[in-house]
């Protein structure tokens, strides 16, 4: 069992390395636009208090008077109109730098009223704690800035271009210009001093504030500009009011998309009526960014996070994204108050506490589990043991249907060799034979499934997966006469006799499982491709070569090793015959045995079209120049056979009725 006193640190640490990561990536603000737009998906529209009207400078107004900018005139007869009708103030959000040809009426007009606001236009230079200064401005003309208040419309995007935040004060040389929509609240009688706006809106180390946005576009009542100045317009749909004239036509390019603004965006105008709202309302958004309070957040998100992952998996994901939940909760009711705090870092913490906390307890586990399978392997094999440690249902009886490849391996001419030894001889002399063999097994990815006296059988391909079953178990057989010269060195050194080895392959559908009873069972294979792969195995010494695999073994080898035919068997018991390979090397040595191939192949043509007399002067020649190729003297003795006594319905299968 894992001592409390590791699993307390292993916790512990845990949970403050992951507070400790957050804390950096917050405090840099790494994801930091990240985490503003999901701030934003807490603005939703809501009622505003129906103090301000914006007429808008719109596509049928163009329509209506011509291309945008229009005469002086048109400014004049609109100032003219909303003084008649009785409005409380008019922010004309156009800033008017130039003189015009048709001034005269116009500079009457803003001349006469003292309720009017003009905006003014600057390139704004922020640093850290320092007031926000005006490199340059673009002022209205004279006649307008003696005669009317004027301020600036300045907003501020982000780096996703959206306009969450805007300079309070700005200073301009020895001047501080004060926020248009500042103006318009003192000229409508809303704002008695400077005071109250530096109370409300409270700016932050860039000397911006947060804007409060009360919903997407034509959220507040809108007119059309040609519409207010139609005879028919009911005044009393202004009268009393706070006007804002502005562009809000898209060719006319004062559009930003906000928090609110969903897909459309919303003219500057709009913004500067959200300002102004905002304080009819008293509503402002503060940024929470006190540093300990939030490390504090931060430690105790962690650790509750931290005991979930320690619950089991079906209860602690559930109380997780409750965790969730409710902190988003706590976030929607801070904003109700006026309060923005982080949503990502919190949430992004939950989730890392989460996963740190379970995966180092899980992997306290998976060393625990290391030790027991230490102690299971000696008995059971170890990919087995993995296997059910994984899934423990498969320690229940039955199998399922796999493809893949067996492995029979026995020793020539066992009985005659252990003859010569003690008892305790042969049991050290099969001990070091089987545990090489069996390394070289494993080395390949392979199971040893038993030993059978001298004889090992091994498989590929399950319990763990294996695509390339054929050829690793091809690849073992190979390996496995090297690492037999190695032995028989070694045995030769101590005196012992050498031996020699036959292999064989076979490819197929299989059942594997744990088979056997209930008190008692073992995880195996079974199925004709076994018995094949066994009786393969006893053909290479009827052949007198090392390795035999089936046609269904070399069609999955990829062209990987040099393999040589060698005929078409019916083993004991079967009516149907198989292709019989042997397998000399791997591909990188082909060139050593093409000539040999090339013979063969010829000889073997020859033979499978029944030209028996044509096959057996090949085969002669074969003999010459392969005196001790076993595969020849087979092949001869058979056509010399079937010269005298021709095979009737012959299919080119030999019947090996022995095993």
């Avoid at 500067?272 to 540093?291: G, H, R």
């Amino acid at each position: 069992m894992i001592k409390r006193k590791t699993r307390v640190l292993s916790w512990f640490a845990a949970v403050l390395g992951s507070s400790l990561l957050v804390f950096i990536l917050f405090n840099f603000q790494y994801f930091g636009i990240f985490d503003m737009q999901l701030q934003d998906k807490l603005f939703i529209k809501e009622t505003v208090s129906n103090e301000i009207v914006i007429v808008g400078i719109d596509n049928e107004s163009i329509e209506e008077f011509g291309v945008w900018p229009w005469g002086r005139d048109l400014h004049s007869e609109m100032i003219e109109k909303l003084q008649k009708i009785g409005v409380k103030a008019i922010g004309y959000d156009v800033t008017f730098s130039e003189k015009g040809i048709d001034d005269r009426a116009f500079l009457e007009a803003v001349k006469k009223y003292d309720n009017l606001v003009f905006p003014l236009e600057g390139e704004l230079r922020l640093q850290n704690n320092e007031k926000a200064v005006f490199q340059s401005t673009l002022l209205p003309i004279a006649e307008i800035t003696d005669n009317n208040s004027i301020g600036h419309t300045t907003l501020v995007p982000d780096k996703d271009g959206k306009i969450r935040r805007a300079p309070l004060y700005v200073k301009d040389g020895t001047e501080s210009r004060a926020p248009f929509f500042s103006q318009i609240l003192q000229k409508s009688g809303y704002l008695n001093n400077k005071f109250d706006i530096e109370r409300l809106f409270q700016v932050d180390k860039y000397d911006l504030f947060r804007i409060n946005y009360f919903g997407p576009a034509n959220t507040f009542a809108h007119y059309s500009f040609h519409e207010l100045l139609s005879d028919d317009f009911d005044d009393q749909r202004v009268k009393d009011k706070i006007v804002l004239v502005g562009a809000v036509a898209p060719d006319l390019h004062d559009e930003y998309f906000t928090p609110s603004s969903m897909s459309k965006a919303i003219s500057g105008v709009e913004i500067q009526a959200n300002l102004i709202e905002s304080f009819i309302q008293n509503k402002s958004l503060l940024e929470f960014d006190n540093k300990i309070l939030y490390g504090l957040l931060f430690l105790i998100l962690a650790t509750i996070s931290g005991l979930f992952a320690y619950r089991r998996i079906f209860y602690s994901v559930p109380l997780l994204f409750l965790l969730i939940i409710t902190y988003y909760l706590f976030v929607i009711i801070l904003f109700s108050f006026g309060t923005l705090i982080s949503i990502l870092y919190p949430v992004l913490l939950i989730f890392l506490s989460f996963i740190s906390v379970y995966f180092t307890k899980y992997f306290l586990e998976i060393n625990e589990k290391k030790k027991l399978r230490a102690g299971f392997s000696q008995y059971v094999a170890k990919e087995v043991v993995d296997e059910i440690v994984k899934n423990p249902d498969k320690l229940k009886l039955g199998g399922e249907s796999k493809e893949m490849t067996i492995l029979f391996s026995d020793i020539r001419s066992f009985t005659a060799l252990s003859e010569g030894m003690t008892p305790h001889e042969l049991v050290e002399f099969l001990n070091e034979y089987l545990t090489e063999t069996t390394d070289v097994i494993l080395e390949h990815k392979g199971v040893v499934d038993k030993f059978i006296g001298d004889a090992v059988m091994a498989l590929w391909g399950a319990p763990l997966e294996n695509e390339n079953h054929a050829i690793d178990g091809v690849t073992t057989a190979l390996k496995m006469f090297d690492k037999l010269e190695e032995f028989n060195k070694k045995m030769e050194v101590k005196g012992l006799n050498q031996i020699n080895i036959g292999i064989g392959l076979n490819t197929g559908e299989v059942v594997v499982g744990n088979l056997g009873s209930n008190q008692r069972f073992d995880y195996t294979v079974i199925g004709d491709p076994v018995n094949l792969a066994s009786r393969l195995e006893g053909l290479t010494k009827y052949y007198g070569v090392r390795i035999i695999i089936s046609e269904k073994t070399k069609d999955q080898l990829q062209d990987k090793f040099v393999v040589k035919y060698l005929d078409q068997v019916a083993v004991k018991g079967k009516k149907d015959g198989v292709k019989i390979y042997e397998v000399k090397d791997f591909v990188e040595n082909a060139s050593e045995y093409d000539q040999e191939l090339q013979d063969f192949d010829q000889a073997i043509e020859l033979y499978q079209h029944q030209k028996w007399q044509s096959a057996l002067i090949k085969f002669e020649y074969l003999k010459e120049r392969y005196p001790e190729n076993k595969l020849v003297d087979i092949y001869l003795e058979r056509l010399k056979t079937y010269i005298k006594n021709p095979p009737q319905d012959f299919d080119g299968t030999f019947r090996a009725d022995f095993k």
